[in-house]
Nanobody, 116 residues
Framework: QVQLVESGGGLVQPGGSLRLSCAAS????????MGWYRQAPGKERELVAL???????NYADSVKGRFTISTDNAKNTVYLQMNSLKPDDTAVYYC??????????WGQGTQVTVSS
């Protein structure tokens, strides 16, 4: 089973930037899609950004124009560049990989806190 390890979270002031990384234990080239989700306290987990094996991307309306998802197949890593961060972006961010039915994985999550 693939393992995903996120990093890059932390505390940042409003308007600041962070880059999250998600390192996979196997090739992400064969993944059907990979994505970032987030869950704020008291709220359901929601999709933030998705990238398919063909390179198509999809973003939540709340992050369009501010966040960018990308991959480095040589490093088996998925990134989420987050700019112009807002307090509403505060959440635990999870990496997700979908290879096939019954073959997918979640990372352990990384905390992002946007506060002055």
């Amino acid at each position: 089973q693939v393992q995903l390890v996120e990093s890059g979270g932390g505390l940042v002031q409003p308007g600041g930037s962070l880059r999250l990384s998600c390192a996979a234990s196997r090739s992400i080239f064969s993944a059907n899609r990979m994505g970032w989700y987030r869950q704020a306290p008291g709220k359901e987990r929601e999709l933030v950004a998705l990238i398919t094996s063909g390179g198509s991307t999809n973003y939540a309306d709340s992050v369009k124009g501010r966040f960018t998802i990308s991959t480095d197949n040589a490093k088996n890593t998925v990134y989420l560049q987050m700019n112009s961060l807002k307090p509403d972006d505060t959440a635990v961010y999870y990496c997700y990989a979908y290879y096939a039915v019954n073959y997918n994985a979640w990372g352990q999550g990384t905390q992002v806190t946007v506060s002055s």
